[in-house]
Nanobody, 115 residues
């Protein structure tokens, strides 16, 4: 079972950038689909971006063109590069791994964008 630990969150001004990292252990991410989700206060958790084991990526419309998901299978790391940040991007960001019926979540990292 893969375990995930996120890092890289923090406070940033609107228009700024942050890079989130997700360190995986226990299993190789090369055989997993990986994704980032986020949850703002009072709202449901929402999907942000995903990266399949085959290398394709997809993004929510709200972040398309501003965020980039990437993976380094050799390091067992997944990243979310976030640019042109907006106050509405403020949320706890979670790393997610899936392989068949098996899924795993990280503990989350807070991102706060000030206006």
């Amino acid at each position: 079972q893969v375990q995930l630990v996120e890092s890289g969150g923090g406070l940033v001004q609107a228009g700024g950038s942050l890079r989130l990292s997700c360190a995986a252990s226990g299993s190789s991410i090369s055989i997993h689909s990986m994704a980032w989700y986020r949850q703002a206060p009072g709202l449901q958790r929402e999907w942000v971006a995903s990266s399949t084991s085959g290398g394709s990526t997809n993004y929510a419309d709200s972040v398309k063109g501003r965020f980039t998901i990437s993976r380094d299978n050799a390091k067992n790391m997944v990243y979310l590069q976030m640019g042109s940040l907006k106050p509405e991007d403020t949320a706890v960001y979670y790393c997610y791994a899936s392989r068949g019926m098996r899924t795993a979540w990280g503990q989350g990292t807070q991102v706060t964008v000030s206006s």
